[in-house]
């Protein structure tokens, strides 16, 4: 940004309560049947959002890739990713181009999904677009220990529930 360059604010978003307003089912290209939301917040110019987002059990989808960086805050019951259940209070950060594993819910799973820079935009694929920051991949898991909440945060994930299919990962750091 230049010194004389005028910043515009974000539009404002008067604050939101959901309990009154049904979930509608998610009709989008690359979203499977299952799956229901609920419009927390929507940028109209470049479509990013945030949905409460309800995946029914059964609910699958085939490995895929987003062209907008998103994030998934799990809220109740679970999905596994690849071969990994992620539960209540998990967190990803997947930055766009990023191939996710085939994912799946035994029992459904209730989450809050942020499209951080533009609409919702899945494809079918298993490999990464090229030049995508797989450095970026974020997982974190809070949960209470001796009575203190306690966050990890880690790219391990990076290799382990994302593992890398363009490239070779790189080492782990020494210790």
Known sequence: MNLGEKIIARKHIEPFVDRDVGFKRLELKGIPSGC???MLSIDEDSGA???SVQRDAGCRQPPSVSYSEYEIFIMDDAMKIGDQVCAKGEYF????GVS???FSTDKGCFALVMYNDSEPHILESDEDRSGVNRD???QSTEFWVSGARTT???TIFTTTL?????????APPPD
């Open 152 to 154: 990890i945060c880690t």
């Open 49 to 51: 959002c945030t949905m």
């Open 136 to 138: 970026g991949l974020i």
């Open 162 to 170: 994302f593992p890398t299919r363009t490239k070779t990962p790189p």
């Open 36 to 38: 229901k939301y609920k």
């Open 100 to 102: 996710l594993p085939a």
């Open 93 to 96: 950060f997947l930055p766009r």
